[in-house]
């Protein structure tokens, strides 16, 4: 299995917690990029809040992001 490293916020008002975590497959439609780099923002703390809609945990933060395209489905 091959890994990522990523903070993933597991539950609603705690803290993200970083470490490695499964790399996930591309579904129809979606890209996998080789993050350069990331950055939190705004919108990562409304997440964290729970006020961000359309959101539910668990979820990777970083919503500021660049790199490489690695694979497309």
Known sequence: ???MKAFVL???GEA???GDH???EPK???VRVQIRAAALNRRDCWIVQGQYPGIAPPV???SD???I???VN
């Open 65 to 67: 992001g660049v790199g």
């Open 69 to 71: 395209v690695e694979c």
């Open 28 to 30: 129809p439609g979606e």
């Open 1 to 3: 299995m091959t890994l």
């Open 22 to 24: 499964p790399l996930p």
């Open 60 to 62: 990777v933060m970083g």
């Open 16 to 18: 993200p917690l970083y």
């Open 10 to 12: 597991k539950q609603k």
